[in-house]
């Protein structure tokens, strides 16, 4: 059964339940007090993010270090920036928020994006992978004009986005300088491990993929070719799909400055879709990256 925004409101009613799920969430045999040296019963400090020990009065912030770090803003606030943007689809953005609780925009914004930055996968990609990459336009209202504008190459005019996507599994992505070799191939070595199938299209940052120990396969989209008995790169254009259609349906515009945040918020949906709760996935993340 899905998990709902009905749901969330019942877990989390109020500030001290979203705290204490937190404590138990970051303290699962009990907070260790640091001048007692031990496990002992703490208890809430009223009015404050606040946990004081019952034997020597130590007090700790389980906020502290987390991405609430010094935040005002009601926990429960913070979840609900947590529950849409791990679910809605086609993303979700500051202004909407800030129409659904009252922040300010500035506020809104800040939240997503910290939110943006929980989004993050360190494990490497394995089995077959597909891997891609795309322009975007900071504008993309502008990337439909451009090729009358520019001329043919307009369409490679827009920042780097690099993406690989694991068949059946996760998808990483990147805000590159360039779609060199050089800068391509050490995120691969990277985050693929090594014998993994690889597929791509014909681009010349991947022909020495062999040499540093993955077998390779291509299709030449330049002939027309996007699908093969033996080889396809549909999973990470699916990928791509989904993230220029929600930048142009929902966040209009883009800057540079966050691109990367945008873009990993879209590559955690899609590695987390077969999550139970994608929610529940995102909450598993507090504490561990800020």
Request: net charge positive; with cysteine.
């Amino acid at each position: 059964m899905k998990y709902t925004v009905a749901d969330l409101r019942v877990d989390f009613p109020n500030e001290d339940s979203c705290l204490e799920w937190l404590v138990e969430w970051l303290y699962p045999d009990g907070i260790t007090c640091q001048t007692c040296d031990k496990v002992r019963k703490h208890y809430k400090v009223t009015g404050r993010r606040c946990y004081a020990c019952a034997w020597c009065g130590h007090q700790v912030y389980p906020t502290a270090g987390s991405v609430f770090h010094r935040t005002r803003v009601p926990l429960a606030v913070w979840y609900h920036a947590f529950y849409m943007l791990s679910t809605s689809k086609a993303g979700y953005s500051a202004a909407q928020f800030q129409r659904e609780t009252g922040l300010s925009y500035k506020a809104a914004f800040r939240i997503l994006h910290a939110t943006r930055g929980m989004m993050l996968d360190q494990e490497q990609l394995e089995g077959e992978v597909e891997l891609d990459e795309t322009f975007v336009h900071p504008n993309p209202y502008k990337r439909t004009t451009a090729g009358k504008k520019y001329g043919y190459d307009a369409r490679r005019t827009g920042s780097v986005i690099f993406g690989i996507v694991e068949r059946g599994g996760r998808a990483k992505v990147w805000h590159v300088k360039s779609a060199g070799e050089r800068v391509l191939v050490p995120l691969i070595r990277q985050h693929v491990k090594p014998g993994t199938l690889i597929h791509s299209d014909m681009w010349r940052a991947y022909d020495k993929l062999p040499l540093w120990g993955y077998p390779h396969k291509s299709t030449n989209h330049s002939r027309g070719e996007f699908y093969t008995e033996d080889s396809s790169t549909q999973n990470i254009e699916n990928l791509w799909s989904h993230f220029k259609r929600g930048i142009k349906g929902v966040y209009r515009s883009v800057s540079n400055t966050y691109l990367q945040n945008y873009a990993q918020e879209y590559a955690w949906r899609y590695s987390h879709r077969h999550d139970v709760s994608m929610f529940w996935s995102l909450m598993g993340e507090i504490g561990r990256r800020v």
